[in-house]
T-cell receptor
Framework: GEDVEQSLFLSVREGDSSVINCTYT??????LYWYKQEPGAGLQLLTY?????DMKQDQRLTVLLNKKDKHLSLRIADTQTGDSAIYFC???????????FGSGTRLSIRP | EPEVTQTPSHQVTQMGQEVILRCVPI?????FYWYRQILGQKVEFLVS????????KSEIFDDQFSVERPDGSNFTLKIRSTKLEDSAMYFC?????????????FGEGSRLTVL
């Protein structure tokens, strides 16, 4: 079946690293994504990773992919208050005509 | 920067009424999508559309729903005979290519409230 699972909440101290985890089900997914949703806004693509990669780094963001365990993570270094949002993990389903989203992880930053 | 625009931003309707949600995708994009997000829940795929026909649809997208690209710029989602459980935020998205090659660009959503 199609399912992408994430924990619902994460709270971190400002300046610390945030790690948001995700598991997915479609082993033939070719692309996996992280989207960010700020309050009242749409979904913004943060980064994506090809399934033949283990890691991708983009400034403060690091994506790790464990294809064997179907586990994806997003690490945000030096978390800032502006990083407060809901982060959605998503996979390009094997049919390639749709992206399936997880339920989102709400990241809150404490001072 | 080009963007996907959606109207209305919020619509309140009575149960049983028909609703049309409108989207203007980015002009050179070829693939179009509707997703919905019931409050506090995950973003759910409804339908993808390419070359004037549906590419794929989910179980949610039953006969109550239809999509259309009436004039080459708008992409609409029609919900016939709305039900209470149709209350959600509906997101339109478009992409230049399929998959990533084509990043999905999302609109800011249309909030539908069915009373």
């Amino acid at each position: 079946g199609e399912d992408v699972e994430q924990s619902l909440f994460l709270s971190v101290r400002e300046g610390d690293s945030s790690v948001i985890n995700c598991t997915y089900t479609d082993s033939s997914s070719t692309y996996l994504y992280w989207y960010k949703q700020e309050p009242g806004a749409g979904l913004q693509l943060l980064t994506y990773i090809f399934s033949n990669m283990d890691m991708k780094q983009d400034q403060r963001l690091t994506v790790l992919l464990n294809k064997k365990d179907k586990h994806l993570s997003l690490r945000i270094a030096d978390t800032q208050t502006g990083d407060s949002a809901i982060y959605f993990c998503a996979e390009l389903y094997s049919s390639a005509s749709k992206i399936i989203f997880g339920s989102g992880t709400r990241l809150s930053i404490r001072p | 920067e080009p963007e996907v625009t959606q109207t209305p931003s919020h619509q309140v309707t009575q149960m049983g009424q028909e609703v049309i949600l409108r989207c203007v995708p980015i002009s050179n994009h070829l693939y179009f999508y509707w997703y919905r997000q019931i409050l506090g829940q995950k973003v759910e795929f409804l339908v993808s559309f390419y070359n004037n026909e549906i590419s794929e649809k989910s179980e949610i997208f039953d006969d109550q729903f239809s999509v259309e690209r009436p004039d080459g710029s708008n992409f609409t989602l029609k919900i016939r005979s709305t039900k209470l459980e149709d209350s959600a935020m509906y997101f339109c998205a478009s992409s230049e290519e399929r998959g990533v090659g084509g990043e999905l660009f999302f609109g800011e959503g249309s909030r539908l409230t069915v009373l």
